[in-house]
């Protein structure tokens, strides 16, 4: 049964008094939703994604997460554990000195043993073409490859939800074809902010647009991804 993982309520948010970024917005994300997240440069969609997990706070407004009205920083800590927050630069995201360890993380984080979680991460690097990367540093990578790995980190996590902020930048053909797949093949839910159209029909069923601080339903819904045909 599909239930809310996420409702946005009346959600206003500024960076500075008086000039709001997103201005009484609303958005229900259900389990198993493929939406995807457009709009122009500034228009606040890295501001949304944020205000899910609660690195922001809003200005006004509600933000329920798995049922549940989080207002205070504790509030986030379990929504943080099930939704994974793919962040748009990921020098954000990797801090550790290798890769395993890195990925290894958030399972490490979450109560896994250190076997648990190492497991955990080789099985997700393998998974997303990385086998082999566990002992590199961070510093050393590409920008393609930084990104691979923290969507490893993201998904290593086993998250109930994507939130995945401009996943194909940095990426050459190959990679974003194989980044393509998995994310379309995944049963979590998936809020995607994009400018890659290709890439949003791909993984998307549903297109948001953010303009004037609200989101507004697109008339025209994407195809169905493969996964669910």
């Known amino acids: 049964m599909s239930v809310a993982q996420f409702q946005l309520k009346k959600l206003s948010f500024g960076y500075r008094?008086?000039?709001?970024?997103?201005?009484?917005?609303?958005?229900?994300?259900?389990?198993g939703d493929a939406i995807a997240v457009t709009g122009g440069n500034g228009s606040g969609k890295t501001t949304l994604l944020h205000l899910l997990v609660g690195l922001l706070k809003p200005t006004s407004g509600v933000v329920e997460a798995f049922g549940e009205a989080r207002v205070k920083e504790r509030d986030f800590h379990e929504v943080r554990a099930r939704a994974g927050l793919l962040f748009q630069d990921p020098d954000d995201q990797l801090f550790c000195s290798t890769v395993l360890e890195d990925v290894a993380f958030g399972p490490l984080n979450l109560g896994k043993s250190r076997a648990e979680a190492?497991?955990?991460a080789v099985a997700t690097l393998r998974d997303l073409g990385l086998s082999g990367f566990e002992r590199k540093s961070t510093l050393g990578l590409s920008g393609g490859e930084k990104r691979l790995v923290s969507l490893a980190a993201v998904l290593a996590m086993e998250p109930e939800a994507l939130l995945l902020d401009e996943p194909t930048n940095g990426l050459d053909d190959a990679t974003r074809d194989r980044l393509t797949q998995l994310v379309r093949e995944s049963p979590r839910s998936k809020l995607v902010v994009s400018h890659d159209r290709a890439f949003l029909e791909a993984v998307a069923t549903r297109e948001l647009r953010l303009e004037g601080g609200r989101l507004r339903d697109q008339s025209v819904a994407f195809p169905p991804t493969r996964s669910s045909q």
Request: charged share 15%; no cysteine.
């Open 118 to 120: 190492e497991a955990l």
């Open 17 to 31: 008094p008086g000039q709001l970024v997103l201005d009484g917005l609303e958005l229900t994300v259900m389990s």
